[in-house]
């Protein structure tokens, strides 16, 4: 069975820009949980998404959103890039609750 | 929100040698997981653990839920070892709360 797989692997931006990540989900799953990680903040979670339903949200601004298909694959948006959005974005599929999510290989944004 | 934290920081070895890492929660949680990140930042599953003792190959984990932690043993350290170990809590939601890791640094 195929593991999460993530788009595009890198990606360099500059200030202002907008962003879309994408996330193609465990064959199955229908949960996808998207986490930003940086040097000084470790590993956060941005949102999770059940059935095209956010089901929870982290602590971010608006900049940041996604959302959810019924093929069970998500995006993530971040609009208005700053420097400090530069992390490795982490996305995780899990069948359903009660179930151990895992973790794609990451996309690392690099904004400028 | 629950804290999470994982001692010790940065650990180093002699290749061969045995090691415990060490997560402690600040609340109650549903269920637990051990991650691996390897060098390119891809976190590798080790363990879904809510309570109890769990063993692969070289690699065990114990988790006390009524004492708020969970310890992962490395036996017979190997090079490949090498990387950041995260502990990760569900708490309320279905959002994992990771600690801060501990960086493991096998050398030859």
């Known amino acids: 069975k195929a593991g999460v797989t993530q788009t595009p692997r890198y990606l360099i931006k500059t200030r202002g820009q907008q962003v879309t990540l994408s996330c193609s989900p465990i064959?199955?799953?229908?949960?996808v949980s998207w986490y930003q990680q940086t040097p000084g903040q470790g590993l956060q979670f941005l949102f999770e998404y059940f059935s095209e339903t956010q089901r929870n949200k982290g602590n971010f601004p608006g900049r940041f959103s996604g959302r959810q298909f019924s093929n069970s694959r998500s995006e993530m948006n971040v609009s208005t890039l700053e420097l400090g959005d530069s992390a490795l974005y982490l996305c995780a599929s899990r069948a359903g609750d009660g179930n151990e999510q895992f973790f794609g290989p990451g996309t690392r944004l690099t904004v400028l | 929100g629950i804290q999470v934290e994982q001692s010790p920081p940065d650990l180093i070895l002699q290749e061969g040698a045995n090691s415990t890492l060490r997560c402690n929660f600040s609340d109650s949680v549903n269920n637990l997981q051990w991650f691996h990140q390897n060098p390119w930042g891809q976190l590798i599953n080790l363990f879904y653990i809510p309570s109890g003792t769990k063993q692969n190959g070289r690699l065990s984990a114990t988790t006390v839920a009524t004492e708020r932690y969970s310890l992962l043993y490395i036996s017979s350290s190997q090079t490949t070892d090498s990387g950041v170990y995260f502990c990760a809590v569900y708490n309320a939601g279905n959002m994992l709360t990771f600690g801060g890791g501990t960086r493991l640094m096998v050398k030859p």
């Open positions: 064959s199955g799953h229908r949960s």
